[in-house]
């Protein structure tokens, strides 16, 4: 069993591995599991050492959230999941229905509702779901500009004077240890941090061996205000570890090219790409964790497996050389390796 280190979030004295269990995929994200199957992938997780578990009500519509508690209730774990949507019933779909990315979700239809009122419904409502397991972290899911477009105003204002005062008042009451967001752009971390005190930022895709838009401004920044990131997304959709979607979508001919570029150095290191894109966010200062979607026992075996390969150093200055990273980028100390 992996022993992942752990790092404390801000100043709550909360501690999470380096590694987390993203559920999104037991909420059938692209394709139907059944429920032996999350089942048994999430207890293959538990019993590897994993014990950080994201989830949120977006993930299949509360699937996700219910597996997750079925699995993991009594157990010693950290937990998040999110609000800012909110769940209500709907007429049952036809069996292979796909929903906003999920297969054979459950019979409801989510709301984007970030005021008080609906923060403290979603979180109640996810309690419920998960069986009554306690939630760790809380975060506010899908702001942001690129998400809601038109309406981003509109739901930024519900949350600054609404949802974010919940979030407050549940940790505050003790009922969560930290709060944060939950996104995939790191600009409206930046606009809230002017406005509000989080504590942690799940950001998804913008801080990867492809991508590090975050680098300059965004994860300096929170170093001075001491708010820790979890990095999710890691393998941006999937181009990072064999697949073809990138941001959720088929890659570009520019990324591909990237990619391949990226894999030429790791091949030349006999390391697997996989591994060095698992490892690479890992190094900054800002970042306490990864979160990675894993959809099988095979899988969990494998992103542990990259979790621990070494990386030898020679790896990480060649990718600088080529300016495949920035100069600037810190990078994994060597032939590190976990136990």
Aim: proline share 6%.
């Amino acid at each position: 069993m992996t022993r992942f280190p752990r790092t404390s979030i801000g100043s709550t004295g909360l501690a999470v591995p380096a590694l987390g269990f993203g559920a999104a995929s037991v909420g059938n994200l692209y394709r139907a599991m059944s429920d032996a199957a999350a089942r048994e992938t999430l207890q293959c997780a538990l019993d590897q050492g994993i014990a950080l578990f994201d989830t949120a009500p977006h993930y299949g519509q509360g699937l996700s959230e219910r597996r997750v508690g079925a699995v993991i209730s009594g157990h010693d774990v950290v937990l998040s999941t999110k609000v800012g949507r909110v769940l209500k019933p709907t007429t049952p779909h036809d069996r292979g229905t796909e929903r906003y990315g999920f297969i054979d979700g459950d019979p409801y239809e989510p709301e984007f509702d970030y005021s008080y009122d609906g923060v403290m419904r979603a979180f109640n409502d996810s309690r419920h779901r998960l069986g009554g397991a306690p939630v760790d972290i809380l975060l506010a899911h899908d702001l942001g500009e690129v998400t809601h477009g038109d309406a981003h105003a509109h739901h930024l204002k519900a949350f600054l004077d609404g949802g974010y005062h919940a979030m407050r008042a549940l940790k505050d009451g003790g009922q969560i240890r930290a709060i944060g967001l939950g996104v995939n752009e790191w600009q409206i971390c930046e606009e809230i941090l002017g406005h509000a005190d989080i504590d942690v930022v799940l950001l998804a895709g913008r801080y990867t061996l492809l991508e590090q838009t975050a680098l300059s401004s965004f994860l300096p920044l929170c170093e001075r205000r001491g708010v820790s990131v979890l990095a999710a997304g890691v393998f941006n959709s999937g181009i990072l570890s064999g697949g073809t979607a990138y941001n959720y979508a088929p890659a570009p001919e520019t990324v591909r090219s990237r990619v391949q570029a990226l894999k030429a150095v790791c091949d030349s290191h006999n390391v697997p790409l996989a591994a060095v894109a698992l490892q690479f966010p890992l190094a900054h200062p800002a970042i306490a964790g990864a979160i990675v979607g894993m959809a099988s026992p095979a899988e969990v075996t494998q992103n542990i497996d990259w979790f621990n390969r070494s990386i030898p150093a020679g790896l990480w200055s060649d990718l600088k050389a080529e300016t495949l990273l920035p100069d600037d980028a810190p990078t994994p100390a060597p032939e590190k390796v976990h136990t």
